[in-house]
């Protein structure tokens, strides 16, 4: 039946020391204020982060110098005049810089005089050197635009218009024939069409040649870049398709009328193509740089195999597979470009050197996966040359992400990290002789900083406080910042000097309200178990105080997007970390598994649900049973489960497909069938609905609603954007359509995917509560 039930009351009072649903789901001020957004400024003198000390309705800004440690607020002519490190870009020689602020360009010299190149209503974006370091080229309504640095001149390099313009059509034979009769037979019509051809011609020579016209027609314009010596342009043209969009109705409004929220497309739906376009400047002429000699181009997905006419069919015709171009890299000497190039059905990755003399592709690496292409830092952002001859990139193809390089001439890879563990961040250095990179070598759940030497493949550790750090690097290198947590610690500031050994020095103090500290907060055990197929498997164990055999146990299940959470870090799910918490207190072992598909363990894990979510991510669940009964004598007659989105969907799998293992169940905004959801995420792991309808049928929970036995209550926030209300409607129909009377759907009216009002986040995890205290302590 469909129901609003009524939310329960937990145990104990709003006593110092004593958990309800009501304290821990209230506005999350009153856990304390973590740092956050830590940014550099140019100069590398200031630090400035965001922050909320004074418990203010919105964060602010505030700064710290490497004399003056105390945190400032910054006053808002100060950010307004501010430029971070991130917003800049600097010659070879990292002397003069350049960036945007407020839709304008600036430019700063090598004595530190700063100069503004524009102050326009416009936008102007992108600015980088170019031209031989001679002049600075910036993006402004779509087009490139050159300031020359000596003589403060500007001019256009490009012109794309949309359509080509209307000409007079050509004069037919008997006109082309009156005209040349006119001008052979009158001397004087002859003489002043001369001299006005003459006039046209010698004003053109005083006159900067204008830029060719490129007509776009139906297409947009994106990702233009321009070489260092600024001969060559490079553009895409992406071709949109208009695909059926989701209606999210909202029913309460300001109006008093129901409106309709436009949403996405669904998976499947007809996506846009691309063209890839090399303009050189000094012939003034444009190439398409076309992929179908790319290796692979032609290969046929591996599960095609899965339906045999469609396999026949694509080896008959041999399709040439779509792609897109994303990032291009230009070498130094713009003798080469580095193309990103990715296929579009998430299979192929390719590294393509591209030739501006001749306009050859050389393959520098191709990265396939049967099931697809990501990890830590594969995209387009995080690649480059460190020279004219040598690019550097990151690959899964030890199945961990790693870094490497390649050289041009000896048309060689070469690998600078290695083992089982995950090169999570890589950023190459002033000199370029060393990387900063992020790794979790210590532990799949921690984040720390080293130095790696390219020429000697030696890694030098600087950060050394056990859990998280993420680190911002100042500008000369000398000091970086960190924001550091722990299991049960939230995020605070440190500043340290780069070097081994150095002591981080702590600046914020306010990660934790007095309020928040009267409660002794766990540090789960961060622990592994074996499953099925002999993987070990990451999880948090929180363990109640008195703990004796025969106690239930609950678990929650994160969501997906590609995240982790059995680490050793403060959560971003730190509402459920302390109702974990809430549920210790009242008798519940929880954990909180790291199952297939999650981050941090290397692609066979993040592959491990390749065209069958809520199996082996489930079989992980139920194996980790298994594991509590053994170790910490939970009654497995009694074991519950609840998580949000893809959490969400994995309690429906589990109550579905698993009900003898799983009793209760709380389902928060789940995915209910795959084929409603997003194209992006979707087919990256289901291909798509109609190519493969498998894996949509064995990964859809309803179709699997027939078996819940169990204890169901499904919550949905109805102006959902994300995964839309539709899910939980649907499957209502459908579990109303078998008979079921074991479940109940709490609909939130005002709430997107992510909860915002404290009150609907209270209403929920009280019905949680209710659940669990209501079915698992028999």
């Known amino acids: 039946m469909i129901a609003i039930i009524t939310?329960?009351?937990?145990?104990?009072?709003?006593?110092?020391?004593?958990?309800?649903?009501?304290?821990?789901?209230?506005?999350p001020k009153w856990i304390?204020?973590?740092?956050?957004?830590?940014?550099?400024?140019?100069?590398?003198?200031?630090?400035?982060?965001?922050?909320?000390?004074?418990?203010?309705?919105?964060?602010?800004?505030?700064?710290?110098?490497?004399?003056?440690?105390?945190?400032?607020?910054?006053?808002?002519?100060?950010?307004?005049?501010s430029v971070f490190t991130d917003q800049v870009k600097y010659n070879q020689n990292r002397t003069a810089a350049t960036w945007v602020k407020n839709g304008d360009i600036y430019y700063r010299n090598a004595a530190g005089k700063t100069i503004r190149i524009t102050q326009t209503q416009e936008d102007e974006y992108n600015p980088v050197f170019s031209f031989n370091e001679t002049k600075i080229v910036y993006n402004s309504a779509r087009n490139l635009y050159a300031w020359d640095i000596a003589t403060g001149t500007t001019w256009q390099l490009t012109r794309f218009i949309n359509e080509a313009p209307h000409t007079d059509k050509k004069p037919d034979r008997e006109e082309a024939w009156l005209k040349n009769d006119q001008l052979a037979n009158m001397q004087v019509l002859k003489e002043r069409k001369e001299k006005r051809d003459a006039t046209a011609q010698y004003n053109q020579l005083l006159e900067e040649k204008n830029p060719r016209d490129i007509y776009l027609k139906e297409a947009q314009l994106t990702g233009t870049t321009i070489s260092p010596d600024g001969r060559f342009i490079t553009y895409r043209l992406y071709y949109p398709v208009n695909g059926?969009?989701?209606?999210?109705?909202?029913?309460?409004?300001?109006?008093?009328?129901?409106?309709?929220?436009?949403?996405?497309?669904?998976?499947?739906?007809?996506?846009?193509?691309?063209?890839?376009?090399?303009?050189?400047?000094?012939?003034?002429?444009?190439?398409?740089?076309?992929?179908?000699?790319?290796?692979?181009?032609?290969?046929?997905?591996?599960?095609?195999?899965?339906?045999?006419a469609e396999f026949q069919k694509m080896q008959k015709d041999s399709v040439l597979r779509s792609v897109n171009f994303y990032g291009v890299e230009w070498s130094p000497d713009s003798r080469h470009a580095l193309l990103d190039i990715y296929a579009n059905d998430h299979k192929d990755r390719w590294?393509?050197?591209?030739?501006?003399?001749?306009?050859?592709?050389?393959?520098?690496?191709?990265?396939?996966?049967?099931?697809?292409?990501?990890?830590?830092?594969?995209?387009?952002?995080?690649?480059?040359?460190?020279?004219?001859?040598?690019?550097?990139?990151?690959?899964?193809?030890?199945?961990?992400?790693?870094?490497?390089?390649y050289s041009l001439p000896a048309q060689t890879k070469t690998a600078l990290t290695s083992g089982n563990y995950?090169?999570?961040?890589?950023?190459?250095?002033?000199?370029?002789?060393?990387?900063?990179?992020?790794?979790?070598?210590?532990?799949?759940?921690?984040?720390?900083f080293y130095r790696l030497d390219i020429k000697t493949g030696s890694a030098q550790r600087i950060t050394g406080t056990e859990g998280a750090n993420d680190v911002s690097i100042s500008p000369?290198?000398?000091?970086?910042?960190?924001?550091?947590?722990?299991?049960?610690?939230?995020?605070?500031?440190?500043?340290?000097?780069?070097?081994?050994?150095?002591?981080?020095?702590?600046?914020?103090?306010?990660?934790?309200?007095?309020?928040?500290k009267q409660y002794r907060w766990r540090a789960p055990d961060v622990v592994t178990f074996t499953a099925r197929d002999g993987a070990?498997?990451?999880?948090?164990?929180?363990?109640?105080?008195?703990?004796?055999?025969?106690?239930?146990?609950?678990?929650?299940?994160?969501?997906?997007?590609?995240?982790?959470?059995?680490?050793?870090?403060?959560?971003?799910?730190?509402?459920?970390?302390?109702?974990?918490?809430?549920?210790?207190?009242n008798g519940y072992y929880v954990m909180d598994i790291d199952y297939r598909g999650s981050a941090g363990y290397g692609r066979d894990w993040r592959t491990g649900i390749y065209r069958h979510m809520g199996g082996k991510d489930l079989t992980d669940h139920v194996d980790a049973v298994k594991y509590l009964a053994d170790t910490y004598q939970i009654d497995p007659a009694e074991v519950g489960m609840y998580g949000g989105s893809y959490g969400g969907f994995m309690t429906l799998m589990a109550l579905f497909t698993e009900p003898d293992v799983f009793k209760s169940g709380a389902a928060l905004r789940p995915v209910t069938d795959w084929a409603n959801y997003n194209h992006g995420y979707t087919s990256d792991i289901l291909?798509?609905?109609f190519t493969d309808s498998l894996a949509y049928y064995r990964s859809s929970p309803i179709y699997f609603a027939k078996g819940l036995k169990g204890n169901l209550l499904i919550c949905h926030g109805m102006v959902d954007t994300n995964v839309n209300f539709q899910d939980a409607v649907k499957l209502a129909q459908r579990l109303i359509e078998l008979g079921k009377d074991n479940w109940e759907l709490a609909p939130f009216p005002m709430e997107d995917h992510g909860f915002i009002e404290p009150s609907s986040w209270t209403d929920e995890y009280k019905r949680i509560f209710k659940l669990f205290e209501s079915t698992l302590k028999q």
């Open 476 to 516: 000369d290198e000398k000091y970086i910042a960190i924001l550091h947590s722990y299991i049960n610690k939230p995020w605070e500031l440190y500043l340290q000097e780069n070097k081994a050994g150095a002591k981080p020095v702590q600046i914020t103090f306010k990660a934790q309200s007095d309020e928040f």
């Open 244 to 308: 059926k969009r989701t209606i999210v109705p909202d029913y309460i409004t300001e109006s008093g009328y129901t409106t309709d929220i436009n949403g996405r497309t669904k998976v499947g739906s007809p996506q846009g193509t691309t063209t890839f376009y090399l303009y050189d400047r000094l012939k003034d002429t444009s190439y398409e740089i076309k992929p179908q000699n790319i290796p692979g181009i032609r290969d046929i997905p591996a599960y095609i195999k899965d339906y045999p």
């Open 687 to 689: 291909n798509e609905p």
């Open 536 to 585: 070990k498997v990451y999880a948090r164990v929180y363990k109640p105080e008195n703990a004796k055999p025969g106690m239930p146990a609950v678990f929650f299940v994160h969501g997906a997007g590609y995240l982790q959470n059995a680490h050793k870090w403060w959560s971003s799910y730190f509402r459920e970390y302390m109702f974990n918490n809430l549920l210790a207190d």
């Open 32 to 81: 304390g204020s973590s740092p956050s957004d830590a940014a550099w400024s140019s100069n590398g003198k200031t630090l400035y982060f965001s922050w909320n000390p004074a418990n203010a309705p919105a964060d602010s800004v505030y700064k710290i110098t490497i004399n003056n440690k105390t945190p400032q607020k910054v006053s808002i002519e100060e950010q307004r005049q």
């Open 351 to 405: 590294l393509m050197i591209l030739d501006t003399a001749s306009g050859n592709l050389q393959l520098a690496d191709r990265q396939h996966d049967d099931a697809w292409i990501s990890g830590p830092d594969i995209n387009p952002r995080y690649t480059g040359w460190i020279d004219n001859q040598t690019i550097w990139f990151q690959s899964e193809a030890t199945g961990y992400s790693h870094l490497y390089t």
């Open 422 to 448: 995950e090169v999570q961040e890589a950023k190459l250095s002033n000199d370029k002789k060393s990387f900063y990179i992020t790794t979790n070598e210590v532990h799949p759940g921690e984040k720390q």
């Open 7 to 27: 939310p329960a009351s937990t145990t104990g009072q709003n006593a110092p020391g004593i958990l309800t649903v009501q304290k821990i789901m209230r506005d």
